[in-house]
């Protein structure tokens, strides 16, 4: 797995972060979001307030985003409930950033079914591109972070880029993809050959005669 990322001194987070507020249009989200638990039970909505601070971390820096931790207390107080709880559901799933990243935060999957597909190819690829693990590049496009299983085994290897899934990949094709993203394009999410999300590759082989 990937070092840890550096996280900013906590005088520097404080005097950036200390006065976090959600925007306007963020705080009818958060309404709208807690409003759909039952009264005294605002804590569930920890999760979605969390993703929505983050996204608006990521506007304002014109990144991905991360929860810095004036962000993270800010979050626990308007749901009244202790800073740990919150700061324990921030560093349990990866959904969360606990450390600035890139505009691209490309998260490549190096658990077993990724890896017997061919995602050493898929990191070759991208320290080719001058990515490296726990780390951003130079110009503040890129993060590169190796995780565990994101669910897309049929389709290994994969990467997940922001909120895009790039399945099916090879060294050429993920390549291809960060320099799109480098050049400001959006590459096609989803598998990246003749496949329709998971179905067999060149379509189906079965029960053809159905299929309208």
């Not at 409930?81 to 969360?96: K, L």
């Not at 600035?100 to 597909?117: A, D, E, F, N, S």
């Not at 999410?189 to 159905?210: W, Y």
Request: hydrophobic residues 40%; negative net charge.
């Amino acid at each position: 797995m990937s070092e840890a990322a550096h996280i900013p001194d906590e005088a520097e987070v404080r005097a950036r972060w200390g006065d976090f507020r959600w925007t306007p249009e963020n705080a009818d989200k958060v309404k709208a979001i807690i409003a759909r638990y039952p009264a005294g039970r605002q804590q569930s909505a920890v999760m979605p307030l969390l993703d929505l601070a983050q996204r608006q971390v990521g506007v304002e820096t014109n990144t991905q985003g991360w929860l810095p931790v004036p962000v993270i207390e800010f979050i626990a107080e308007q749901l009244g409930m202790p800073y740990i709880r919150a700061f324990e559901v921030a560093t349990f799933y990866t959904m969360y950033n606990l450390a600035p990243v890139g505009r691209y935060h490309v998260q490549v999957c190096g658990t077993t079914p990724c890896m017997l597909r061919g995602s050493d190819d898929v990191f070759r690829a991208c320290s080719d591109k001058g990515l490296r693990k726990g780390a951003t590049t130079a110009d503040g496009l890129f993060t590169l972070t190796e995780v565990e299983c994101m669910g897309n085994c049929a389709n290994a290897p994969m990467i997940q880029v922001n909120d895009d899934n790039f399945e099916d990949l090879s060294y050429e094709t993920t390549t291809t993809i960060l320099e799109a993203l480098a050049r400001g394009e959006r590459p096609k999410p989803g598998p990246q050959i003749d496949r329709q999300f998971s179905a067999p590759v060149g379509g189906p082989t079965t029960l053809k005669e159905f299929m309208a």
